[in-house]
């Protein structure tokens, strides 16, 4: 059984629907096609009070910029960090392209819920980090994201 299977079962929302509502946001159509990291987690940031650099760059490609910005937002809530981390990594983001294009609080939740959508496509076949992510994007759907 795969992990779709055990989620139509428990009467869980399937993800791909999630990640294919994310996926008809606007942002993912009218954002600039920059440099992305993929994974700007604070577990990929070397910081000394401020951002200095971002490590593990192998889930980089093209798309809005502003994805980094929407998964550095959800990792500092889901770990529970000071909000003086999102703050600082902001500032560093500065006000250019990562920016531009729809920055409401609904443009950074559909960009972290497709961030999800694709670790579920990862982890599928994995029944163990498939109910964690599961729970998570469950978490994320009810969390309050900020506009910028």
Do not use: K
Request: aromatic share 10%.
């Amino acid at each position: 059984m795969d992990g779709g299977d055990h989620a139509r079962r428990r009467g869980v929302q399937r993800p791909a629907g999630a990640g294919a509502r994310a996926g008809r946001a606007g942002v993912w159509r009218s954002a600039p096609a920059d440099l992305v990291h993929g994974d700007a987690g604070i577990h990929n940031i070397l910081w000394d009070g401020r951002v200095v650099a971002l490590l593990d760059w192998e889930w980089a490609g093209c798309g809005a910029q502003l994805h980094d910005l929407a998964w550095l937002y959800w990792t500092v809530r889901w770990r529970r960090l000071p909000g003086r981390v999102w703050q600082v990594f902001l500032a560093g983001y500065g006000g250019g392209p990562a920016l531009a294009g729809d920055r409401s609080a609904d443009a950074l939740r559909a960009l972290a819920l497709g961030q999800i959508a694709g670790i579920l496509t990862r982890v599928r076949g994995q029944p163990g980090a498939w109910e964690e992510w599961l729970r998570r994007l469950r978490w994320t759907r009810a969390l309050d994201f900020p506009a910028l």
